[in-house]
């Protein structure tokens, strides 16, 4: 991958490997850019002269049909699809995709990337810019990496200075505050069939509570539970989850609530490479957001930023008028439902310590400038070999002035399987956003209350 010489030259970039000394905040000077040559986040304002427009402020009007209910149609319905990226041509184009998403599309005859105009539509809350810029004076990480000094909402690093700064970027990201979604997942075998496990997620961030003290709780992240509501056999098992900055002197707090049983139960496997819930063997804890959780177990490397065709304005997968069967199909999602558009993003490489246990060896993250949200990841087993590939199809909650994804996909390149996580087309009121959560809810006397069968 190559670097991105004029971010060296300005000092944007620094492409290291995390050595364990504590990060400092960069100065009033560096600060000063963001809002002005850098969106309010830390991406480039300026297009690179071709496909990649300048940000603009981002999408500001609510798109024409839209009723406010939840039901999110596309703001570009007059772009057509460009070209697309197959086996005919993927080697012309390899240098602008990841090596897991080429070997998806020579795995596949019919996986292919259907290239449409580049938009920018991200934006945020004027609170969220304001806090960010006092982030980039202000917080650090901690003398390990594993944690962070003088943060509570916004970007922590808009102006990252190495591969870690990026990772935490993405752990923090906005979304929304607090929000109550309602999604499917699915694991659908080598020949397609699948069945469907329906979620309620809610996630309220710290300062998002209604009872928020800046003294309680300092070092959690966020509060997290996951109830299944479905199919039967697996309703009302409940997850709770208190996400702690640094996971290292305080793991990340979690219990979950058996309805067969009527207990709940303290569960410190809910992290790293532990089982993914209902997932049938098919992704880690960790592999839950596209990444999650304590970054302790890697050196991260700031390998560079590059420009990447990574799935974006993922509309069409949303559309009401879709049942799963449309979008689920063996081996793959149905690829003329998604969107790829050409992005800046940062290349991370995450390599597990000497020493360290996990599934995945390496890691390759390629993060969007414009949200900080992991696009692609490479996932590599212990031998070396390229074995799971994620893609994030990211769309825009526009009302909420949130990014997030439509659905993430976690193919298993050796098996021929694949996770799809985030399906709405068939679930009710899929998103609900500034829900008002107190702490109360998110003890563990409120995880048995919030279990039923």
Do not use: C
């Amino acid at each position: 991958m190559k670097l991105n010489k004029t971010l060296i030259a300005t000092g944007i970039l620094a492409a290291s490997l995390y050595g364990g000394a504590a990060s400092a905040a960069v100065s009033a000077q560096e600060a000063a850019k963001l809002g002005d040559t850098l969106t309010p986040i830390g991406a480039e304002k300026a297009g690179n002269g071709g496909a990649i427009p300048a940000w603009d402020g981002g999408l500001q009007t609510i798109p024409a049909g839209y009723k406010g209910d939840g039901i999110y149609v596309n703001p570009y319905p007059d772009d057509k699809e460009e070209f697309r990226i197959d086996q005919s041509n993927v080697d012309q184009y390899a240098d602008k995709l990841s090596p897991g998403q080429v070997k998806m599309i020579k795995k596949y005859d019919d996986y292919f990337i259907p290239v449409y105009p580049t938009h920018r539509p991200a934006a945020y809350p004027q609170d969220i810019y304001d806090v960010t810029k006092q982030n980039a004076t202000q917080t650090k990480l901690i003398p390990s990496g594993n944690g962070m000094e003088n943060y509570t909402n916004g970007v922590p690093f808009p102006i990252p200075q190495n591969g870690l700064e990026v990772i935490w970027n993405h752990i923090t990201r906005y979304r929304g505050g607090s929000v109550t979604r309602h999604v499917g997942q699915v694991t659908p075998t080598a020949d397609g069939n699948f069945s469907v496990v329906h979620f309620q997620d809610e996630l309220t961030w710290r300062a998002a509570l209604e009872d928020f003290d800046p003294k309680e709780d300092q070092n959690v992240l966020f509060y997290f539970k996951q109830a299944i509501t479905g199919p039967a056999r697996l309703a009302g098992n409940v997850l709770l989850v208190h996400e702690t900055i640094n996971q290292v002197q305080e793991p990340r707090r979690a219990w979950v609530y058996n309805a067969g049983q009527r207990r709940v139960r303290r569960a410190p496997q809910v992290a790293y490479d532990g089982p993914g819930t209902a997932a049938d063997g098919l992704r880690t804890s960790d592999n839950f957001d596209m990444y999650n959780g304590s970054p302790d177990r890697y050196d991260w490397e700031l390998i560079g930023k590059q420009e990447m065709y990574v799935p974006y304005d993922s509309y069409k997968l949303v559309d009401r008028d879709l049942d799963y069967n449309q979008i689920i199909k063996a081996g793959h999602i149905n690829q003329a439902l998604t969107r790829y558009e050409l992005h800046r993003v940062w290349h991370v490489r995450a390599t597990l310590k000497k020493g360290e246990r996990h599934v995945y060896a390496r890691r390759d993250f390629y993060i969007d400038e414009d949200t900080w949200q992991a696009s692609v990841i490479d996932h590599y087993d212990g031998r070396g070999e390229l074995w799971r590939v994620a893609e994030a199809h990211s769309m825009y909650f526009y009302d909420h002035k949130v990014p997030w994804y439509a659905i993430e996909v976690l193919y298993d390149t050796l098996s021929g399987r694949y996770l799809a996580l985030g399906l709405t087309n068939e679930e009710q009121d899929p998103y609900e956003f500034g829900t008002k959560r107190s702490s109360r809810e998110y003890t563990p006397a409120a995880l048995r209350r919030a279990g039923t069968r």
